[in-house]
């Protein structure tokens, strides 16, 4: 690791750029030594379990259920801040629906396309949407409404959890159309050394 950090170095002085080692971070992903959590620094620079990057979470156990659980609370508190839009009796039901898919679940949405789902990331992404359709409409949580009753009265007629399917699906087949050298394609389709957990 310390030869590959020194490389980059080298060939990052040719075009007149220094690696900063205090901003620099070191990620080792690696499932049969339980992610190295005894190894603290490498070459200078700090080795960390995981980081924001473009502002996705990027962890190394290679799930993707830490950066739901973020990408969650930061549309609750995005939904919290409007709160005086949700009362406002002024807003129709219709505005308020296209105001929660423009401006909170892209929120949400950002950077879906690299998670691997589960059914237990799945009800969690449906559990937010009504929470958010709940929250929009001022529904307590103690009042008895089914999800189907409020989803049939706004109109909804596809789920956050099926968006986010589908964007998945659509970046997979972007990646299976590109070149037999694409890295991204190598990534996907590729062998990766080792047992399943």
């Given at each position: 690791?310390?030869?590959?950090?020194?490389?980059?170095?080298?060939?990052?002085?040719?075009?007149?750029?220094?690696?900063?080692?205090?901003?620099?971070?070191?990620?080792?992903?690696?499932?049969?030594?339980?992610?190295?959590?005894?190894?603290?620094?490498?070459?200078?620079?700090?080795?960390?379990?995981?980081?924001?990057?473009?502002?996705?979470?990027?962890?190394?156990?290679?799930?993707?259920?830490?950066?739901?659980?973020?990408?969650?609370?930061?549309?609750?508190?995005?939904?919290?801040?409007?709160?005086?839009?949700?009362k406002n009796r002024n807003i129709t039901k219709a505005t308020k629906t296209r105001l929660v898919r423009s401006l909170i679940?892209?929120?949400?949405?950002?950077?879906?396309?690299?998670?691997?789902?589960?059914?237990?990331?799945?009800?969690?992404?449906?559990?937010?949407?009504?929470?958010?359709?709940?929250?929009?409409?001022?529904?307590?949580?103690?009042?008895?409404?089914?999800?189907?009753?409020?989803?049939?009265?706004?109109?909804?007629?596809?789920?956050?959890?099926?968006?986010?399917?589908?964007?998945?699906?659509?970046?997979?087949?972007?990646?299976?159309?590109?070149?037999?050298?694409?890295?991204?394609?190598?990534?996907?389709?590729?062998?990766?050394?080792?047992?399943?957990?």
């Amino acid at each position: 690791m310390q030869e590959l950090l020194k490389r980059m170095e080298a060939v990052s002085l040719e075009f007149g750029l220094k690696i900063n080692r205090s901003k620099t971070k070191v990620m080792i992903v690696d499932r049969a030594n339980d992610n190295s959590p005894e190894v603290k620094h490498i070459a200078n620079c700090e080795v960390v379990q995981s980081y924001v990057y473009l502002g996705a979470l990027i962890s190394n156990n290679g799930g993707c259920i830490d950066e739901v659980k973020r990408r969650m609370a930061i549309t609750r508190s995005t939904m919290s801040k409007l709160q005086k839009v949700w009362k406002n009796r002024n807003i129709t039901k219709a505005t308020k629906t296209r105001l929660v898919r423009s401006l909170i679940f892209p929120v949400f949405l950002y950077a879906a396309e690299t998670w691997t789902l589960r059914k237990i990331e799945k009800r969690r992404i449906d559990a937010l949407e009504m929470w958010c359709w709940r929250r929009m409409l001022g529904i307590s949580w103690t009042e008895f409404r089914t999800n189907e009753s409020i989803l049939k009265e706004l109109g909804i007629k596809q789920r956050l959890s099926s968006v986010v399917q589908a964007r998945i699906l659509t970046f997979f087949g972007h990646v299976s159309r590109r070149g037999n050298v694409s890295v991204e394609r190598l990534v996907v389709q590729g062998k990766i050394e080792g047992t399943r957990p």
